[in-house]
């Protein structure tokens, strides 16, 4: 269906447009982690992120607790509503003796189950083979009744995700079949263009929010305009999400809120939407997404830790969090902290990674304002490879969105950028600080950026440093003279 998208570990991206370029100025032909497997010091701030990796584990299920929708009623056929039949399937496999398998057959011409909302329970692991497809039905009423979840850091009672978990232990998505969500202009991405157009629900909700509704006063119906997420395991533990390729989702894909263990591997996802944004993980602990493909309308990753107030209020950052051998093709950011970050982020560890795409405006991106005033800290890249990017390689914009419009000190301190190389990008770096809130401690070290047409802006930065870094073919020794104008992309 999608030509251009091999399943991750087998793309040659020579061919997905690095580029001769890059290819004369970086060994692309050095698989991931080579780098990383040299000698290291054993004080580096990655000893942290390989004891992070130790202890995060997928879960495991019996094998012989196999259950299927068919055995339940359920019909193959692209048009039987099967929502009942998962939910018995389901419902069998986590009273079994110690859960079970929830197995979703095809044929070898492909298979459709259509549904509306999948729950998931503790002990279950959802596996949708290679031969099915899962299309999930486009009418808002098959998501409800209501259930909490989140839009944009914000709770409420509304709309669940297509597949959801709330308070489980041990679940597991996985198969190498196709999940659909089937969102087009004429259905849930025009929800985002009605929206625009009024006070919108999601308005409303973030107003209620800064007022201190009580969330199980949030509620919303089925005639709202706010947009369900795809997959939202909600104050989880133990989950894995593996090896499926998701398609046209109404917004954000694969959303953990407040959970802990989570594995996100081998995915590949592609859905050019509004707010499309790949993988953002959300007040959570101890997170591993590694070697996924991520081709989107949106960040690629996000890293969340809910919004103004309600982000306050919960008061749960994301921490311990490790992005590995991951493609970034389309998107607002390659990896992004924010802008939902009001909870906080600390202890992030990004390596091995390979972007690439004309409509990829930036690599590394950081979103933060004085609305939300979230605090982020030990950040960490090495050994990122960048074919092109549209605006700067590094961005962290104290200016999105509301700006300098609110009450709550935005924080960052602490990034390091290691062996990045970037073929062409238009400038470096788009540090935009606040004069009362400088931006601090940025440390470039062995990076090469190729081609880089304009001059960085950097503003209120105190802290920056380079070693061994090369701009234009040329050594930096220390800040470029600083850019002024508006920053790139704040749309997103």
Known sequence: MFPSLMKPGRRDLAKAGLGGLLAASLPVSLPFGALARAVEDPNDPWAEARAIRARIRPPVFPRANRFGPEQFGGRADGVT?????????????????????????????????????????????LHVSRESTIRFRTEPEAYFPAILTRYEGTEFMGISPFIYAYGCENIAITGHGILDG???RENWWRQKRVADGQESDNGRLRRWAEEGKPVAERVFGPEATIRPQFIQPYRCRNVLISDLTILRSPMWEV???ECENVTVRRLTISSHGPNNDGCDPESCRDVLIEDCVFDTGDDCIAIKSGRNADGRRLGKPTENLIVSGCTMLDGH??????????????????????????????????????????????????????????????????????????????????LTIERMTVGRCERVLDLQGFETAPIRNIALKDCDFVRAAELDIIEHVEGLTYANVRRNAQAVTGPAPGGHGNAADRSG
């Open 81 to 125: 509503d099967n929502t009942e039949a998962f939910r018995r399937a389901i419902d069998a496999a986590s009273k079994a003796p110690g859960g079970g398998r929830v197995v979703v057959e095809g044929t070898a011409d492909g298979t459709v189950w259509l549904t509306g909302a999948i729950h998931l329970k503790s002990n279950v692991e």
């Open 182 to 184: 089937q969102a087009s």
């Open 333 to 414: 950011g390659g990896v992004t902290l924010g802008s939902e970050i009001s909870g906080g982020v600390r202890n992030v560890f990004v390596e091995n990674c390979r972007m690439d795409s004309p409509r990829l405006n930036t690599a590394i991106r950081f979103k933060n304002n004085a609305a939300r005033g979230g605090t982020l800290t030990n950040i960490h890249v090495r050994d990122v490879t960048v074919g092109q990017v549209a605006h700067a390689a590094i961005t962290i914009d104290y200016n999105y969105a509301e700006g300098a419009n609110g009450r709550f000190t935005p924080v960052f301190d602490g």
């Open 255 to 257: 959303h953990p809120v």
